[in-house]
């Protein structure tokens, strides 16, 4: 007997009120996709706002269709923003009006096997909701995790960060019944980390699919003048600083003709402090050019324009803007990262994260008109296979739907086999 489904939409309502999703909202809206497309009669909707609550099912999925309306547009629609808050609006209040009860009589009534479905990292350093469902209604947990950075690379993250990841850690080996992660390098990190614990899970290693889809009216080729795109956050850990230097050699050799940096990704941790560097550098004046709130189609016109798209993170949990510009058919120059290895295999040029001349000299290749390096990356991309939703989700559900029937053992092994 399959389960029924409970799935967690807190972070896509936080989050509701920006133009553009981050990684992990886009994961949290595509779990959403699927399950409202293959799984509806199964399904139920849960969100934490001051509490954790049973939400309203067409008001929830009205809330989703018009997320992925708003994100995957070609321009920045006030319209379509408003109509996502007032739905949010109503979706805040019936969890503030009715708390949890509604949620817990709900479950009490379904006669088969529960699971709940957590694809986010919200409110797990504070999971007192969650603690009391599982308590009371007996649910198998199947969580989702992105990547353990907060551990592994406090310097990189905010103190607030580093301080509740390893409490949501905590919870994961007390309160989940299985893992999914997005790479074998965030499955391995997290295997570690609750051996040390003396927990273990199940984990399935299932590579995220892709959002962004090349727009039917543009060609992936290199526009004149030159540019490259850094989609991620500003923020200390996407390693702006070795841009910054990269660029000062590029100027030197292109001089006034040197190619753009276009920057798409929202403001994040210390990204004043990134912007203000780089703006008040004299060999980046006149080439910095910011965008922080376009959607998806908007995104992927920009991109496939780009001699490349740069990736110059110090670490990742998957590495997803990678997969997205492949995807569009655009070479990639990205830090060597194992986890960004495991996306973009054989097919990007990988460089040391702190070595701006190595970053220099690839991007003044990639600039130049004929460019034998970009070339040779464009053959290596045409045996590159990106990663799909069909082929995550055919990877996860088997741990989804048997979540519920399974008596979690002492020692669980890492499933490593969807990692290739």
């Not at 553009?20 to 009669?41: M, N, Q």
């Not at 809330?63 to 070609?74: N, R, V």
């Not at 817990?104 to 096997?113: D, E, G, N, S, V």
Request: aromatic residues 6%.
């Amino acid at each position: 007997m399959n389960p029924h489904i409970v799935l967690d939409l807190s972070r896509l309502m936080w989050r509701a009120a920006r133009f553009a999703p981050t990684g992990i909202d886009r994961v949290e809206l595509a779990y959403a996709r699927h399950l409202i497309a293959t799984a509806r009669d199964r399904l139920s909707f849960a969100g934490w706002w001051g509490r954790l609550s049973l939400l309203p099912g067409e008001d929830a999925i009205a809330m989703i269709a018009a997320l992925d309306a708003m994100w995957s547009g070609s321009a920045v629609d006030i319209d379509a923003r408003n109509t996502v808050q007032t739905l949010i609006r109503k979706l805040h209040r019936h969890v503030l009006l009715r708390g949890e009860r509604p949620l817990h009589r709900h479950l009490a009534a379904i006669r088969k096997p529960i699971v709940y479905l957590l694809v986010s990292h919200y409110r797990l350093h504070r999971p007192d909701g969650l603690e009391r469902l599982k308590r009371r209604s007996g649910v198998r947990v199947v969580m989702l995790i992105h990547d353990l950075i907060p551990i592994q690379h406090p310097e990189q993250m905010p103190s607030w960060q580093a301080r509740r990841h390893p409490q949501r850690m905590n919870a994961v080996g007390r309160l989940a019944d299985a893992v999914i992660v997005n790479s074998a390098g965030t499955g391995e990190a997290l295997q570690r980390y609750l051996a040390r614990h003396g927990a273990a899970l199940p984990i399935v290693v299932a590579p995220l699919g892709i959002d962004l889809a090349l727009p039917r009216d543009v060609r992936a080729e290199a526009a004149t003048p030159p540019y490259f795109t850094y989609v991620a956050t500003i923020e200390p850990r996407k390693n702006h600083a070795v841009l910054i230097e990269a660029w000062r050699e590029v100027r030197k050799v292109f001089g006034a003709a040197a190619p753009r940096l276009v920057l798409v990704g929202r403001r994040g941790f210390k990204s004043a402090e990134i912007l203000e560097t780089m703006r008040s550098a004299e060999w980046m004046r006149g080439v910095i050019e910011e965008h922080n709130r376009l959607p998806d189609a908007a995104v992927a016109r920009l991109v496939c324009g780009a001699c490349a798209s740069v990736y110059s993170s110090v670490a990742e949990g998957f590495g997803l803007p990678v997969a997205e510009a492949l995807a569009l058919g655009v070479p990639v120059l990205c830090s060597d990262v194992a986890e960004l290895r495991e996306v973009g295999r054989n097919v990007p040029e990988y460089l040391d994260p702190r070595d701006p001349a190595a970053w220099a000299r690839a991007i003044a290749d990639y600039a130049r008109p004929g460019s034998a390096g970009r070339r040779t990356q464009l053959e290596r991309l045409k045996t590159w296979k990106p990663p799909s939703w069909s082929d995550h989700f055919r990877l996860v559900q088997p741990l989804i739907d048997g979540a519920a029937a399974r008596s979690p053992p002492t020692a669980r092994p890492l499933v490593a086999g969807a990692a290739s």
